[in-house]
């Protein structure tokens, strides 16, 4: 009844930028740690970046400096602001909520991912 809607992924240069974005919706009570994650073909998913409700961020070393993770909590919205792109980049991100859809439930709802591609 929660889900977790991503979008602004696509094509890229390497140095470029793009903002992602992930909505949720449904059933919401109270929504806590929210953050992205990324998984590259063959390889583990790995994360990218959190933010708490306070606004407390952590960041993946190879993204520090040049990834950015906001959240908008009156419309339940995450954002990743990602800059000075690089091919290692490229993977499917997708974005994670810590939630509670009813007051007593906690719940961790993922969206389904959105491909990101950097690339000459």
């Known amino acids: 009844q929660v889900q977790l809607v991503e979008s602004g992924g696509g094509w890229a240069q390497p140095g470029g930028s793009l903002r992602l974005s992930c909505a949720a919706s449904g059933s919401i009570f109270s929504v806590y740690t929210m953050g992205w994650y990324r998984q590259a073909p063959g390889k583990q998913r790995d994360l990218v970046a959190t933010?708490?409700?306070?606004?407390?961020?952590n960041y993946a070393d190879p993204v520090k400096g040049r990834f950015t993770i906001s959240r908008d909590n009156a419309k339940n919205t995450v954002y990743l602001q990602m800059n000075s792109l690089k091919a290692e980049d490229t993977a499917v991100y997708s974005c994670?909520?810590?939630?509670?859809?009813?007051?007593?439930?906690?719940?961790?709802?993922w969206g389904q991912g959105t491909q990101v591609t950097v690339s000459s």
């Open positions: 994670y909520a810590r939630l509670s859809p009813v007051p007593g439930t906690i719940i961790n709802a």
């Open positions: 933010i708490t409700s306070g606004g407390s961020t």
